[in-house]
């Protein structure tokens, strides 16, 4: 075919070749191997302007074929193609299709010389490389290796959908592009009016894109915000946005505090390997000097580590009179980690070490503040532990040692336990016993504590400090003063625990569910003889063995009514439970079951105790009547109301413990307080929930909650009433009552603004609010909350209130800065 195609050229210096209606396949005789097929198609003239026209909106790209393999051919699609034989010359003209070493060219016309070794496109030009990235021009001119060469008014597009525009860029050694006058942004064009500047854009006199680093550098910058200039930046680097980690210096942080005064920081990132890498960030404070911090992190195969250290030769140790941080040096390490050492078991830990406790609220350090870069003042404690846990098809296991150490003012450290260890374990049987489910939990808690921890429950007491360690008179603290919340000692518990289930269902519809369980406890406490200690409980060595049998029965009558508007299901309830009375009952040590709250979510629990440090006894009723209704236009509504009655033997809830865990809680007495819910939600959008707990001799609302929510395509709004009885024996002896209202308006395609205020009704006044609005697309974040709350100001004893502003912005692939300003005097944050 080669020959035949010379016999048709005559030996004159340019001959052009047209086919119409077929194509013709040739392969020049010129090293670079070009493959040239001229297509089926009427021949255009492309004129001068045509060629210089160029916007950012070019013409729709043409079905592109498949990428020709990377062998050195070169396969070009064109309506018409020249040969010049005496220049060494080829080119082609009209709807151009190159492909060459996984890089596609469309243009209007395509020349390629070999003299040069050059390749050159001109009108409407479509260069695709092998990572995706596209770059229009009007003209683009290239070595044929794509390592050196130029392109006139060009627009590139991105894989990660960042683009760059520039009147020229040049091309080096295949590893360095330089754009003239260029723009960059990670912004999508605007589709209406893709002439329009976007939401953000870089601008500077250069952009050099070094391939091989992949870095940006940007000279004579300046960041515009719609077209406007808002900032202006000399030079600034940033990675390209093909990098996930890069060496370099990431956002700076300022911070103020009246102990170190203004603190300045800036991150120096270190991609070490790419499995590990290091961060330092040394902070020069104006007050104390510099504050050095690292971060140490690495990925492995199965899971991942960090370790984190600070330390600081304080120049005035004097500013912290009086204080933990009262010393020349301060620091701390910390870790944290979790491996996976299958795909059911999972290895972890957490450590902190510090010269004293107050430093992380002294130096406001970066890994307790939150997402804003505010400092988390309610976080008042570290936790060190390990664990190890297990997930199986019906089985749990949680094995861990803690650790917690308190750094606010109020904290006793010798209070605070020392867990070694906890293990929970439970499983759920895979075939049935006798026709029914079998599971069975063990719990095993080994603690130790210094130092006893009363809290007062009177007024007196509370007034007097004589619930304090310091009080002067420790003998007075006795159980009508005072709660017994920690022991002084060890203290040590096991506990299994088997449970049977099996539900029936007879001729009549009815559900008959027996059950059975059998729970065992072994407990051994050694409780030092502090003051007061021996009114609550007997101080020394206690050995105990308590076993709680129990078989009982639920029955339910589900009785349903269907109507055209919807379908309603009354289903009486009916639980009797048979057991003996709770041995030790306020006898023995409660760390675990302190809290007890009465409604119907666990109205029909067997034992309604939160841990297992107490065990419910005595023969007990639960009964209630719950009804649904579902409509058939969409929404329901749920009802369900009820009490407990004591049967017979001792009431667990009213006998007094160290904490008084079951006073005040509406089961102390032979008929329980009534319990009811209510539940309503007419469609998805609504929905009204309310739960109550009334007096059973008076009618009076103990406890109240109404909570409704409602969720539209634009707006949502959520409101939370609460209000509780006082609780003396509890130490809560006034009533308590709130609201806490949240809400946000969806102002626009991308605006969002959101709002929130809790309001105590008893002191009437709002004690914590945030009002806020945010702009959020695929290139920008824009936030700005308004918040009060209260909070610690540095090493101090009780929470004052503290109002901040908050500013949060965030530009993709250039980096996220947020600022926290105190407007109260406390501290402020610029990040």
Known sequence: MIAALRDLLPFSRRRTI???????????????????????????????????????????????????????????????????????????????????????????????????????????????????????ANMIDLSDDYRDGFVDSLRVDTAEDTR?????????????????????????????????????????????????????????????????????????????????????????????NSTFGVGFEVPFYWALAPDYDLTLTPRITTKQGVLMQAEFRQQLLNGAYQIRAYGISQSDPSAFSGQPGDRNFRGGVDT???????????????????????????????????????????TTEATSQIYLTGVGNRSYFDLRAIHYLGWAAADIQGQIPVIHPVLDYNKTLDHNIFGGEFSYKTNFTSLSRQTAQF??????????????????????????????????????????????RRSFTDSWGQIWTPFASLRADAIDSSISNQPGVSNYLPVGDTQAFRVMPTVGMEYRYPFINVQPWGTTTIEPIAQVIIRPNETYAGKLPNEDAQSMVFDTSNLFSVDKFSGYDRVEGGGRANVGIQATTQFDRGGSINVLFGQSYQLFGMNSYAVKDITNTGLDSGLATTRSDYVARVSYSPNSTYKFTTRARFDEATGAVNRFEAEASASFNRWSISTIYGSYAAQPDLGFLTRRQGILTTGSVKVASNWVVSGGARWDLEANRINQYIVGAGYVDDCFVLALNYVTGYAYTNYGTTPTLNHSVMLQIGLRTIGMSAMQQSVSGASSGLQ
């Open 455 to 500: 809290d007062p429950i009177t007024t007196i007491a509370n007034t007097s400090g004589l619930c304090l360690n310091t009080s002067a008179d420790p003998a007075a603290r006795l159980p009508s003063s005072c709660l017994l919340r920690g022991i002084p000692g060890t203290y040590t518990r096991a506990t299994f625990e088997g449970q049977w």
């Open 336 to 378: 944290q980690g979790q491996f996976a050492l299958n795909d059911k078991w999972v290895f972890g830990w957490e450590g902190v070490l510090l010269s004293d406790r107050a430093f992380f609220l002294d130096y406001r350090l970066s890994q307790y503040r939150d997402s804003w870069g505010t400092f988390l003042n309610q």
């Open 18 to 136: 047209v086919r119409r209606k077929r194509s013709l396949m040739a392969s020049c005789a010129i090293p670079l191997g070009v493959l040239l097929l001229a297509g089926a198609a009427d021949l255009a003239t492309i004129s001068s302007a045509d060629a210089q026209a160029y916007t950012y909106n070019p013409r729709p790209a043409r079905p592109r074929p498949p990428q020709a393999a990377n062998n050195g051919q070169m396969l070009v699609q064109a309506t018409e193609v020249n040969y010049d034989y005496n220049n060494k010359r080829v080119s082609a003209v009209g709807n151009v299709q190159m492909f060459y070493n996984g890089t596609s060219v469309e243009a209007d016309r395509l020349v390629y010389d070999q003299n040069t070794k050059r390749l050159r496109a001109e009108g409407n030009v479509r260069m695709t490389d092998a990572t995706g990235r596209i770059t229009y």
């Open 164 to 256: 760059i525009a520039a009147s020229r860029a040049d091309r080096t050694d295949g590893d360095y592009n330089v754009f003239q006058n260029g723009v960059y942004t990670a912004c999508a064009p605007c589709k209406d009016d893709p002439k329009k500047p976007p939401l953000w854009q870089v601008k500077g006199a250069r952009i050099i894109h070094d391939q091989t680093d992949k870095m940006l550098y940007f000279e004579n910058a300046q960041l515009e915000f719609f077209g406007v200039p808002m900032a202006y930046l000399p030079y600034f680097s940033t990675p390209d946005p093909t990098v996930k980690r890069k060496t370099g210096f990431l956002m700076p942080f300022l911070t103020s």
